[in-house]
């Protein structure tokens, strides 16, 4: 079957560093992708790598290894707003996004 | 604002009501989606369109009924729920289905099911 597997909750400091992994084990690989989703509200687009290497957009930065079957979404300089949910998806060979159950993110002051 | 709207956004029924949940998108996309998020539960996607035709259908029980009038509107007809059918859907669009096309979600509804 296929399983996406992500910590259920970190929590990390106000101004630290955090890295979220997340494995995957699909049917195919058509991309990785990241997004937030703060509490009541809808998921947000962060990041999609579909090769091998770290891409980095301002404070987010998102890693993939395909040998590895595995990606880390890498947080800096945290802050208050960055607590939410962070959803790791694959795009499998049918182009489906398989979902992981998201990691709950709390930054304490 | 991503785009997508929803309405409406919290809904209490019984088991025999009948209701329905909207969805609109004002991006131009031809793909849109439903989704159920249960807590502590990954993502479930429940149906797929793809320029106003469902593609998708992920074995969802027929008490929830897709209607899709065209590739801007997408509607969710429920029926004769259950209680484990409380959660929040999620409405989501992308350019088109079958790519590698960020989607992009609406504020959800917050379904109860008493």
């Known amino acids: 079957g296929q399983n996406i597997d992500q910590p259920t909750e970190m929590t990390a400091t106000e101004g630290a560093i955090v890295q979220i992994n997340c494995t995957y084990q699909?049917?195919?690989?058509?991309?990785l992708f990241w997004y937030q989703q703060h509490a009541g509200e809808a998921p947000t687009f962060l990041s999609y790598?579909?090769l091998d290497g770290l891409e980095e957009k301002g404070r987010f930065s998102s890693f993939l290894s395909r040998s590895k079957g595995y990606s880390y979404l890498l947080l800096k300089e945290l802050q208050m707003k960055d607590s939410a949910s962070y959803l790791c998806?694959?795009?499998?060979?049918?182009?489906?996004?398989?979902w992981g159950a998201g990691t709950k993110l709390i930054i304490k002051p | 604002e991503t785009g997508v709207t929803q309405t409406p956004r919290h809904l209490v029924m019984g088991m025999t009501n009948k209701k329905s949940l909207k969805c609109e998108q004002h991006?131009?996309?031809?793909?849109m989606y439903w989704y159920k998020q249960s807590a502590k539960k990954p993502l479930e996607l429940m149906f797929v369109?793809?320029?106003?035709?469902?593609?998708e259908n992920n074995s969802v029980p027929s008490r929830f009924s897709p209607e899709c009038p065209n590739s801007s509107h997408l509607f969710l007809h429920l029926h004769t729920l259950q209680p484990e059918d409380s959660a929040l859907y999620l409405c989501?669009?992308?350019?088109?289905?079958?790519?590698?096309?960020?989607?992009?979600f609406g504020p959800g509804t917050r379904l109860t099911v008493l």
């Open positions: 369109y793809n320029f106003k035709e469902q593609t």
């Open positions: 989501a669009s992308s350019q088109e289905s079958g790519g590698a096309n960020e989607q992009f």
């Open positions: 790598n579909v």
């Open positions: 998806a694959v795009m499998d060979s049918n182009y489906q996004l398989i």
């Open positions: 991006l131009g996309h031809n793909a």
């Open positions: 699909t049917s195919g690989f058509n991309g």
